[in-house]
């Protein structure tokens, strides 16, 4: 089977750094993404690692290590329009589905 | 543009009456998508395609029916055999291929309420 945790709500202040952690375990991987998603909107693509290590672009970042089933997203330089949640997905290699945690809720107060 | 349209944007249901959810892309994407998204809740995986005439139930498949019958489309019916329903409904598509990170485009989704 497949599990994906990620903490229910985090806040931060504009300008700040703020790690949101993924941990899943699956049958089988075949990458891992992060998704954006404003309240009532359709979640917008961030990210991918399929590889072990950092991938940057711009304030974002998102690091992968396969042998511990982690992940992280990284964002830089906060800015209010970064309140939203932040969804982690693996996609599993057998069946090809695109699995998704349950978010992580992002608060950015001034 | 290419994208993804879903609709309608917003539908109202009685209890018993059966409801179909359009999605139409042209992105020539061979692989789409339901999801559904209750309030706080991250997104759970109906059916899916990969392949015109091909598709494998998710993980709540149950009370709902799809079908492939086109490349640009795949419309969902919510049947009066889904006990809870009202849920916001998200439909995806993505190129599949070799070398590709094949994330999921998503449409903008269709909020459905059972009166």
């Known amino acids: 089977g497949q599990n994906i945790d990620q903490p229910t709500e985090m806040t931060a202040t504009e300008g700040a750094i703020v790690q949101i952690n993924c941990t899943y375990q699956t049958s089988g991987f075949n990458g891992l993404f992060w998704y954006q998603q404003h309240a009532g909107e359709a979640p917008t693509f961030l990210s991918y690692n399929v590889l072990d290590g950092l991938e940057e672009k711009g304030r974002f970042s998102s690091f992968l290590s396969r042998s511990k089933g982690y992940s992280y997203l990284l964002l830089k330089e906060l800015q209010m329009k970064d309140s939203a949640s932040y969804l982690c997905?693996?996609?599993?290699?057998?069946?090809?589905?695109?699995?998704f945690g349950t978010g992580t809720r992002l608060q950015v107060f001034p | 543009d290419g994208g993804i349209t879903q609709s309608p944007k917003y539908l109202f249901r009685k209890e018993g009456q059966n409801v179909t959810l359009s999605c139409e892309q042209n992105?020539?994407?061979?692989?789409m998508y339901w999801y559904r998204q209750d309030p706080g809740q991250g997104l759970r995986l109906i059916y899916y395609s990969q392949i015109v005439n091909d598709f494998q139930k998710g993980d709540i498949a149950e009370g709902y029916s799809v079908s492939r019958e086109k490349k640009e489309s795949f419309p969902l019916t919510v049947t009066s055999a889904q006990k809870n329903p009202t849920a916001f409904y998200l439909c995806?598509?993505?190129?599949?291929?070799?070398?590709?990170?094949?994330?999921?485009?998503f449409g903008e989704g269709s909020r459905l309420t059972v009166l």
């Open positions: 997905a693996v996609r599993e290699k057998i069946t090809d589905k695109l699995i």
């Open positions: 995806a598509s993505r190129k599949t291929g070799f070398g590709d990170a094949g994330e999921l485009f």
């Open positions: 992105l020539n994407h061979d692989a």
